[in-house]
């Protein structure tokens, strides 16, 4: 199952698999709404190859199937809804949700033509012949229990005997006015009540996993649960901290940078005002949602690449929650060599190991080669860089060794985390010797 969570205005992915075509019937996909969109009657639209198919929810049903329709390809999926109830016009909208179709092995060259999704006037129509047939008429269950004639003259049956006129009645007298009533006397006062009955027992209350979906946490019940467990603590005492750098070894190694000359680099990632126009559609992300270009997720994330951080890729709380992961993916080859070196200019809040991959080139573009590099990544085809983040209240340069690396065109990408380090990254090169 596909799961998806709506949220104002916004989609984002709960559950996700892998969807390939020629499917009838098959792929369900289901929704959360929060409480805004609990009334509604909604609706959700699949486009493809400018064609949009509709599937009618109402106002109960929270899953539907992908149309039969659908080939490979990208397909853009969004919600509308109508609130009946409202004394004004009311409707609500999403944003469009981008699903990837992949090609599937069927063979169905002598198969029958896929059943054709109904309009939308036809579902509708279809919802309010479901809300049950008329019943039977008085006069045909008469008949069934008796009766027997025209439905005219079973109404005439229904007509009594008109009665005979009443005798009228004579005149009453009228009443003497009564005496009043003398004072009562003050009453005693009374003895307490007994007891009152235990009430009735409240409903349970929701769950701590669905609160917490509803305050913006992204993910399935198990990865929040996860989420909750923090990294086992070392004995007390005296901690090791032996593996981090110390900032005699930050302040050596910037002294290093800034006396290396005559070197020539390969900027795969340099922050600026101008980051958006420069690697809007060269750099992809993956997030929970999917993926995306950096131009169109730096617009629904507004602190990750932002002018507050001079246009940095900011791993933050605020866009993420927490541990909140996002793999950021460079579309653009660079030809490496084992004697570069790979320089990176940023800021942590904690000292911790990071992931950093290099994934052969291939001959795919766009959002299909961050897709493919991102499916290399957790196939484990990539080859990950032994790296560690290093705590800095400031900006700092690290060098990494690519000596393990063998020649040959490489697509860079790395997965930053919303959780203590929520890493700030300024500038990624490559240092040619």
């Keep these: 199952m596909i799961k998806f969570l709506v949220k104002g205005q916004n989609i984002e992915t709960l559950e996700h698999e892998v969807i390939a075509a020629d499917q009838i019937a098959f792929v369900k996909i289901h929704f959360v709404f929060d409480n805004n969109w609990k009334p509604m009657h909604k609706v959700v639209q699949f486009t493809q190859d400018e064609i949009t198919y509709n599937t009618v929810l109402g106002t109960e049903n929270t899953s539907c199937f992908l149309p039969a329709e659908l080939t490979a390809g990208t397909v853009k999926m969004s919600l509308f809804g109508y609130d009946a109830e409202a004394t004004e016009t009311v409707r609500a909208t999403t944003i469009v949700k981008t699903l990837h179709i992949r090609q599937s092995g069927f063979d169905g060259e002598n198969e029958t033509p896929i059943p054709p999704t109904p309009d939308l006037y036809q579902q509708l129509l279809q919802k309010i012949s479901e809300k049950g047939k008329d019943g039977k ?58 007891p009152g009955r235990d009430g009735i027992d409240g409903t349970d209350g929701k769950s701590a996993y669905i609160i917490a979906v509803e305050h913006g946490f992204t993910g399935t019940e198990n990865e929040w649960l996860q989420s909750l467990k923090g990294a086992d603590g070392k004995d007390g005492i005296t901690p090791d901290i032996s593996s981090y750098a110390t900032k005699a070894d930050i302040a050596d190694l910037q002294e290093q940078i800034r006396q290396i000359s005559g070197i020539s680099y390969i900027s795969v990632f340099e922050n600026g005002s101008d980051v958006l126009q420069k690697y809007g559609d060269s750099v992809y992300t993956y997030y929970n949602d999917g993926y995306r270009s950096l131009a169109g997720f730096a617009e629904s994330y507004p602190h990750f690449c932002s002018a507050e951080n001079d246009y940095a890729l900011h791993f933050n709380q605020t866009d993420f929650g927490w541990a909140g992961s996002v793999f950021v993916m460079f579309l653009t080859p660079v030809a490496i ?75 860079l990408a790395f997965k930053g985390t919303s959780d203590n380090s929520h890493p700030m ?9």
């Design 337 to 411: 060599t084992s004697k570069m070196k790979l320089l990176l200019s940023y800021m942590v809040g904690a000292s911790q190991d990071a992931e950093f991959y290099l994934i052969p080139k291939t001959d795919k573009t766009g959002s299909e080669l961050a897709q493919y590099i991102y499916e290399e990544i957790k196939a484990e085809n990539a080859l990950k860089l032994s790296f560690q983040w290093i705590y800095s209240d400031t900006s700092i340069s690290v060098m990494q060794s690519l000596e393990n690396v063998s020649d040959g065109e490489y697509y």
């Design 425 to 433: 990254v300024k500038s990624i090169k490559f240092m040619k010797e």
């Design 137 to 194: 008429s008085a006069y045909e269950i008469a008949v069934e229990h008796g009766f027997v004639g025209t439905e005219t003259e079973w109404l005439e049956s229904l007509k009594g005997v008109d009665g005979k006129d009443g005798v009228n009645g004579k005149n009453g007298c009228d009443g003497r006015n009564g005496v009043d009533g003398l004072p009562g006397k003050d009453g005693k006062s009374g003895a307490d009540g007994l």
